[in-house]
């Protein structure tokens, strides 16, 4: 699992005009929370939180509050309804031996049979929830689609990943392949008979 080093420092000020003068300086505030943990409020500027937010990876947080360091994952992230900037973020608290469920990017491997025959792979589902110990975590989940025939799915329950239990409804879908109507004229144009003269 990737790492990202952020810092941040303790909040004391709650309340709205203390979340409009955040929004003045652009620190974001934030929280940590997890089982058996104390509750810290801390803020963090967001210049500093931009490289963790806008992207598809999920990353292991090693954060620095005023000397105290604390691993962490984010939990939820608030947007404003008009300017899309966070306004607020959760971090969960992970220990070494305490299983976290986390969201983490799916990637295809492999040129599926059916892209083979003329079919377009479609992934419909980009990222996956799974549960594990955090040093189980992979940077993404390999999902191999090279088997995959036209008009075939993979479901979430054919996947298995070491020392991760995925969360998402079994019957849910991940990828699939479709015809395409090139594909489907071929096939019509193969089955005719030959005109006989």
Known sequence: MKIFELSGIKRTEF???ATKSFRKQEVVPCVIYGKGAETVHFSSTASDLRKLIYTSDTNLVKLDVEGDKYDV?????????????PI?????????????????????VGLSEGVKDGGVLNVLMRRLKVKGLIADMPDLLEVDVTNLKIGKVIKC????????????PKDAIICNVATTRAAKSAAIADTKEPVKK
């Not at 992970?94 to 799916?106: F, G, H, N, S, Y």
Request: no cysteine; hydrophobic share 40%; charged share 30%.
């Open 73 to 85: 994952v984010i939990k939820e992230l608030q947007f404003h309804p008009v300017t899309d900037k």
């Open 88 to 108: 607020h973020i959760d971090f969960m608290k992970v220990t070494a031996d305490e299983p976290v469920r986390i969201e983490l990017p799916v990637r295809t």
């Open 15 to 17: 309340g709205k005009k």
């Open 157 to 168: 329950s054919e996947l298995n990943f070491p020392n991760l239990q995925v969360l998402n």
